[in-house]
């Protein structure tokens, strides 16, 4: 080809590559470096792109080799190695240049580096969101990293209905649209990852829990998912559980929610495993609590929602047999009246830590407040009464009058009643809380961001959650700069938010968490950010 003009071509491909962006660069300049000779151009290669990339430690490798640099060749197809063990291009070069196999293994003089094994025993220590970040780095422990991420595989075959638009005004308008790219996102996830199974069985033997979420809706078919998931199954080598169903002989938590249906087959099944069960967690609103099929004494975990009848002697039976619970909650419909055996039992359940209780009547809030005072190994007290009893049952400040008295208490979920002004609140509040959440039934027509700032001087200095239900404020960062300035998060009605602070102008952002993030993620995100004990006020 006759080029007419040298400078000029020179100049068109400067104004060219100008335009680039920095990626496009490097691939142009490396696609130029591939016509140039090997022989002379060491210095050039050298001072090319010094990203690690298999492409560029490649093509240097051969350059070095060239100019009789064998060591430092070496170590540049080590690297590759290092990312990828099955590379041909390496193994090209190892037999052209006849090197031996041994070569690349043994390390160059230099410091002593860590075996693969040191590494994986490193990662272990390390938390999946940064063993995710070490995927994209071009060594030994990406490897390490993959393996240890896909131990534990989720699959999402469909998304989780968000609540109703109309009970949730926080949300952007565009938020439909984000959920329909999240959900084919999950779907093209979850095939990628069971065809992987399939086609690899090295992967598919690292695989050692498999979870799979998915939601029962007539509009959507899983035939798919599931023959793949079928399919996949018998690959699953190294599974820690059997697929298939045990006989459950020894069980020892056993959780149910349901809605209707009948219960005799769920006691029956109970009935079987009385003296190994520990945890008991049952919620129906038809259903009865099982006290003919438990052992209360071996219990430490109780947790029922369903209906209390008026003959019921579940409460006598827990507070006299209950000596090992340690959580303890109550909600649904009562129709029985227990305040008696709360103030008969006063002293019973000396090892409760955990207390919660989400229905009411007009003598069970004075009795529930003598059963709980002074009570020095209560971490968490929630006390939610529907807004519409409020007037019925008397509901009233006197509801907070056991608060001071528990003086460890660290996570308190709690109505808030008409009648209880915040300058009196804010000191009734134990200064051991660390998440407080308050049900808020103020009038609309109260100033809540007053509200918020007569809180202010009685906010517990280790507060590191704070939420609101009931509270039809506009601006979430308003809560953080009138009342709550040293929380992490913020809950609003089903809504959470992160609080994100910037170290150059001392000001804040508000992040919110996704729905899908909330349900699914929510333990893992709280101990992250160190609110470990909202826990409670996310289920």
Request: charged fraction near 20%.
């Amino acid at each position: 080809m006759n080029v007419f003009n040298p400078h000029i071509l020179d100049a068109s491909i400067r104004d060219v590559t100008g335009c680039l962006s920095d990626v496009k660069k490097a691939d142009v300049l490396l696609h130029a470096l591939q016509h140039l000779p090997s022989e002379g151009f060491r210095i050039v290669m050298e001072n090319a792109i010094q990203r690690s990339t298999s492409r560029s430690l490649l093509l240097r490798a051969k350059t070095r080799l060239a100019a009789g640099y064998r060591t430092s060749a070496q170590q540049d197809l080590m690297s590759v190695l290092g990312s990828d063990p099955a590379n041909q291009d390496v193994k090209a070069i190892i037999q052209s240049e006849h090197l031996r196999q041994e070569m690349l293994i043994r390390e160059p003089d230099g410091l002593p580096r860590f075996s693969g094994e040191v590494w994986r025993e490193i990662a272990l220590c390390l938390p999946k969101r940064d063993l995710k970040s070490l995927l994209l780095v071009p060594h030994a422990l990406s490897r390490i990293a993959s393996q240890l991420i896909f131990r534990e595989t989720d699959l999402h075959f469909t998304a989780s209905p968000d609540p109703p638009r109309a009970e949730n005004r926080y949300r952007d308008v565009n938020v439909s649209q984000e959920e329909q790219e999240l959900d084919a996102w999950h779907c093209q996830r979850s095939a990628d990852i069971l065809t992987r199974i399939l086609v690899d069985p090295v992967f598919a033997s690292q695989v050692r829990n498999l979870i799979v979420y998915a939601v029962s809706d007539t509009s959507h078919t899983l035939a798919f998912q599931a023959g793949m998931l079928i399919n996949s199954l018998p690959k699953l080598c190294n599974l820690r559980r059997d697929i298939n169903i045990p006989p459950f002989k020894h069980i020892t938590h056993f959780s149910i929610t349901a809605e209707g249906g009948n219960s005799t087959s769920t006691h029956d099944f109970i009935s079987q495993n009385r003296d190994n069960l520990r945890s008991l967690s049952i919620k129906n609103a038809n259903c009865k609590f099982p006290t003919d099929a438990i052992s209360v004494r071996y219990l430490t975990i109780i947790e029922f929602e369903g209906c209390f009848s008026v003959d019921s002697q579940v409460f006598s039976e827990i507070l006299s047999a209950g000596h090992q619970l340690q959580s303890l909650t109550f909600s649904g419909i009562l129709e029985c009246t227990p305040s008696a055996t709360f103030r008969l039992h006063r002293s019973s359940l000396p090892f409760l830590m955990h207390f919660a209780l989400k229905f009411i009547n007009r003598d069970l809030v004075p009795a529930i407040s003598e059963f709980l005072r002074d009570r020095k190994h209560l971490h968490s007290f929630h006390l939610i009464v529907p807004s519409g009893d409020h007037r019925r049952i008397g509901f009233d400040a006197s509801a907070w009058g056991v608060l001071p008295s528990l003086t460890n208490l660290r996570s308190l979920y709690i109505t808030y009643p008409r009648d209880l002004s915040p300058s009196l609140a804010r000191w009734l509040i134990p200064r051991s809380v660390r998440a407080l959440t308050m049900d808020i039934m103020v009038l609309p027509a109260e100033d809540l961001l007053l509200f918020i700032n007569q809180l202010r001087p009685g906010v517990p200095p280790l507060l590191t959650f704070i939420g609101m239900t009931n509270f039809p404020i506009r601006s979430v960062i308003n809560v953080i700069d009138q009342g709550f300035s040293n929380v992490r998060l913020v809950r609003i009605d089903d809504n959470v938010w992160s609080v994100i602070r910037l170290d150059s102008d001392g000001s804040i952002e508000m992040e919110q968490w996704p729905y899908r993030m909330i349900k699914y993620h929510s333990a893992v995100w709280l101990e992250f950010l160190g609110c470990e004990d909202a826990i409670w006020h996310l289920v």
